[in-house]
């Protein structure tokens, strides 16, 4: 996850074995990666998540840049 650190800053899309999420990414280390103005993507009605989300890294499927 290192690259990832890259990315601070900028929007992302996360898609995980549990969910797909869009949000601006705040940190990443080897454990988690954490995004802040987070939206679920893979619902009917995008959702938007109140305060920060945190994803076991172990769980991540891909990571999408899309601004």
């Known amino acids: 996850m ?17 969910a797909t999420l869009r949000g601006v990414l705040e940190s990443a280390t080897r454990s988690f990666v954490t995004l802040v103005e987070v939206v679920a993507v893979d619902r009917a009605e ?3 998540i109140a305060g920060a989300v945190l994803i076991p890294a172990s769980r991540i499927t891909y990571v999408q840049v899309v601004s």
């Open 2 to 18: 290192r690259e990832l650190k890259t990315l601070t800053g900028r929007t992302v899309v996360v898609a995980s074995d549990g």
């Open 46 to 48: 995008p959702t938007l």
